[in-house]
C-alpha cells in the first residue's frame, strides 16, 4: 500500500478532529444549558455539511497556496487568504456569515484537540471578523443612508455627545440591549403609556446566550404587546436603574428623545436623515452577531436568539433588514 498523500492527511485531520471533538450529533444542548454549560460541539447534521466544507476548502487552499503539511499550521495569514481569493465578492453576504461562524467553530476544535493533546495553541481565525463587515458593506444599497449604513459608525461617541442625562441614559440602552424606543420609555404613539419603571429591572444573571459575562436584565413590552427580556452590562444597567431609583420612571415625549439623538448625531459628524433612535438598534444587532460568533454559535442559533431579544418573531428578520441596512 502506498504512502498517503499530503492532501489525504490533512482532509484526514480534518475529520479526525470533528470526531474527537466536534461531534455532537445525538447530545442534547438543552440539558448542557439546564447545567449551565455551554457546548462547543457540532449538534445539527446540516451545520455539519455546512461547517466541515469549509474546513475541508481552507485547508485545502493553505496546501495549495502556502503549502501546509498538518492542519495544525493554518494561520490568521492563511485563512484571510482564503476569505479574500475565494469567498469575498464571490458569494452572498449571508454565507459570508456562515464562513465566518464555520472559522470560529473550526478554530474552537483546533483549540481542544490540541489541548487534549497537550498542547497550548489556540486558534482564533480573527480575521473573519473583517470579513463580516466586508460582507455587510458590500449588502448596503447606495441609496441607503448614504450608503453608509442605518447603524452609527461610532455609537459610544454619540451617547457621550448626548447632554440630558435621562436621554443619554435611554440611548445606552438601545444601543447595548435592542430596545426600541418604546421599551426605554419614549413611544411614537402619543396615546401609550409606555415607561421604563423600577419593576422592569430584573437583576443580573450570567448572559443566558453567551454564557461569557455577567448582564442586568430589563423586561419590557413593546411592540404588539410583546414582553421581551434585555441583557445589558452591568456598569449600563446600574446606571439606568439608580436614575430610576432617583428620578422615577422614564417616560419621554418621542420627539424630544429623537431630537437629542440628532443633536448629538450631528455632533459627531454621524447624522444621516432615518438613522434616528432605531440606528442604535441596528448597532446591537451588529454586536450581537459579533459576540455570538466569537462564542462559536451557530449563524441559526444567533439569527433566532438575536431577533427574539429584538422583540421579533422570524430569524430571518436579522440578516434581511438589520445587518448592512
Known sequence: MGKKSVRGYLHGQ???????VGKGIGESRHELKQEGMQSEKIHSDSTRMAYLDRFHSVVEHARSNFGI?????????????????????????????????????????MTNFSKLNGHDREFNFT???????????????????????????????????????????????Q????????????????HSKAALSLEKFKGVVRDPF??????????????????????????AYERARHYVEKSGPIREIYERYLESINDAARQT??????????????????????????CGKSREEIFAEGARQCAHERADILPKHYLGR
Open 127 to 173: 480575521c473573519r471578523f473583517d470579513a463580516t463587515r466586508e460582507a455587510i458593506r458590500d449588502r448596503i444599497s447606495p441609496n441607503a443612508w448614504n450608503g453608509q449604513g442605518r447603524a452609527y459608525d461610532k455609537p459610544e461617541e454619540l451617547i457621550n455627545a448626548i447632554d440630558n442625562e435621562k436621554h443619554r441614559i435611554m440611548a445606552e440602552l
Open 175 to 190: 444601543y447595548h440591549g435592542g430596545l426600541r424606543a418604546e421599551g426605554v420609555g419614549a413611544p411614537r404613539e402619543p
Open 14 to 20: 480534518v475529520e479526525g478532529i470533528y470526531h474527537k
Open 210 to 235: 453567551t454564557q461569557d459575562r455577567q448582564v442586568g436584565v430589563i423586561e419590557v413590552t413593546e411592540k404588539g404587546g410583546k414582553s421581551t427580556r434585555h441583557y445589558v452590562p452591568i456598569d
Open 269 to 294: 459628524g454621524q447624522y444621516i436623515p432615518g438613522r434616528g433612535t432605531h440606528g442604535l438598534k441596528h448597532n446591537f444587532v451588529e454586536d450581537f452577531v459579533r459576540r455570538g460568533m466569537e
Open 69 to 109: 503539511k498538518s492542519v495544525f499550521q493554518l494561520t490568521d495569514e492563511m485563512v484571510r487568504s482564503w476569505l479574500q481569493n475565494e469567498r469575498i465578492g464571490k458569494v452572498a453576504a449571508s454565507t459570508i456569515n456562515v464562513d465566518v461562524a464555520a472559522l470560529g467553530k473550526i478554530g474552537q476544535m
